[in-house]
Each structure stands twice: as C-alpha cells, then as structure tokens.
C-alpha cells in the first residue's frame, strides 16, 4: 500500500475525479476543511457563488476547485442550483 492509498484508507485524505479531465486528485483531509472555511469567509452562509469565483477564492485552478465542489456537493457542504452554489452550513 503507498502513501495515498494509505491516507485515504485512514479517511485522512479524499480522492477526488475530475471527470472533464479524467484525472485524479488528493487531498488532505485539513485541506478540505480549510477550504471549506475560505469558502465561509468568502461568500456566507446562503450566498451564491460560481465555481470561478470559489476557484478565485481558493487561489486554485478548475483541475482541483471543480471535483472539490462536486465533493462539497455530495457531502452537502455546498448546494449546487445549475451554474451557481451556496454555502450549507
């Protein structure tokens, strides 16, 4: 087992599939939450935001901010309503 392997087996990190790309990425389970507060201070609870504007936010690119939202998504951090996003809570 390798390091990755190892840290998402121990929920430490998160894989996430950027399926435009067709490429994976890892991600730290501190990482998550540390984007997940940016994306607090930055927007607030209820506002909407585009995935460009998180992507501004987080000062990353759409390889990682877009599977990261989609992950958000899924995990009801955020809210996707078509193009725009909000902040669960």
């Known amino acids: 087992m390798d390091l990755f392997e190892l840290l ?3 929920g430490r990190a998160v894989k ?5 790309l067709n490429q ?5 389970i501190s990482a998550l939450e540390d984007a997940r507060e940016t994306l607090m201070a930055a927007f607030g609870e ?3 935001f585009t ?6 936010a987080l000062d ?3 390889k990682t901010v877009v599977p990261l939202l989609e992950w958000f998504d899924k995990n009801q951090v ?5 193009n ?3 902040i669960l809570g």
Request: hydrophobic letters at 35%; aromatic letters at 6%.
């Open 24 to 28: 994976s990425v890892v991600l730290h």
């Open 46 to 48: 209820g506002t909407e």
């Open 16 to 20: 996430l599939f950027n399926v435009a």
């Open 8 to 10: 998402i087996w121990s």
């Open 78 to 82: 955020t809210e996707r309503r078509g």
């Open 51 to 56: 995935t460009g504007e998180a992507r501004a």
């Open 84 to 86: 725009l996003r909000r």
């Open 60 to 62: 990353t690119n759409r």
